[in-house]
T-cell receptor, first 112, second 115 residues
Framework: GENVEQHPSTLSVQEGDSAVIKCTYS??????FPWYKQELGKRPQLIID?????GEKKDQRIAVTLNKTAKHFSLHITETQPEDSAVYFC???????????FGKGTTLSVSS | EAEVAQSPRYKITEKSQAVAFWCDPI?????LYWYRQILGQGPELLVQ????????DSQLPKDRFSAERLKGVDSTLKIQPAELGDSAMYLC?????????????FGEGSRLTVL
């Protein structure tokens, strides 16, 4: 089955800096790669996703890149703000009908 | 805005006791998932339902865990007997279908503490 590795586990940046979180996956059949943000005590919420027919996707300060050959994808946050502080999870969806498999998460801390 | 409802939000129990969690997905969502999230880790799939049928329960510890979705709407996850290692957040999520690219919507979770 699918296995998703995520790093770093913690990331501290200064406000205004960029943050990059990287994930690798094992199942070459995986075709959908979402990123979820989980604030303390709250439910995970989708912030951006990418499908395998696209190499990059941007939404304001957030971007995701995908390299299917290397089986890795990354989340890029530019101009970080204190409200970006949260735990971020990458995930991958394998063969049709299977559930999302999540990475272990990255705790992002943005200090002002 | 429609949300996934879960109860209870918090549950404290002693080991060997039985516990049950309830989930009501967003109306019209055919696919329902139960994930377990241990503190500091990512959600781990326990069971996936498509309507009332179990699609994947390969990671469900069946000697003590059970899950059902009898009418294909709400779902119950049961643990009997609870063990210390079961302390975690139990997250329910739903999606329109199992197709790729279908966003998962999570509930607020049920936090279990086993003493």
């Amino acid at each position: 089955g699918e296995n998703v590795e995520q790093h770093p586990s913690t990331l501290s940046v200064q406000e205004g800096d960029s943050a990059v979180i990287k994930c690798t996956y094992s199942d070459s059949a995986s075709n959908y790669f979402p990123w979820y943000k989980q604030e303390l005590g709250k439910r995970p919420q989708l912030i951006i996703d990418i499908r395998s027919n696209v190499g990059e996707k941007k939404d304001q300060r957030i971007a995701v890149t995908l390299n299917k050959t290397a089986k890795h994808f990354s989340l890029h946050i530019t101009e970080t703000q204190p409200e970006d502080s949260a735990v971020y999870f990458c995930a991958a969806k394998g063969q049709a009908g299977t559930a999302l498999i999540f990475g272990k998460g990255t705790t992002l801390s943005v200090s002002s | 805005e429609a949300e996934v409802a879960q109860s209870p939000r918090y549950k404290i129990t002693e080991k060997s006791q039985a516990v049950a969690f309830w989930c009501d997905p967003i109306s019209g969502h055919a696919t329902l998932y139960w994930y377990r999230q241990i503190l500091g880790q990512g959600p781990e799939l326990l069971v996936q339902f498509q309507d009332e049928s179990v699609v994947d329960d390969s990671q469900l510890p069946k000697d003590r865990f059970s899950a059902e979705r009898l009418k294909g709407v709400d779902s119950t996850l049961k643990i009997q007997p609870a063990e210390l290692g079961d302390s975690a957040m139990y997250l329910c999520a739903s999606s329109l279908s199992r197709d790729r690219g279908r966003e998962l919507f999570f509930g607020e979770g049920s936090r279990l503490t086993v003493l």
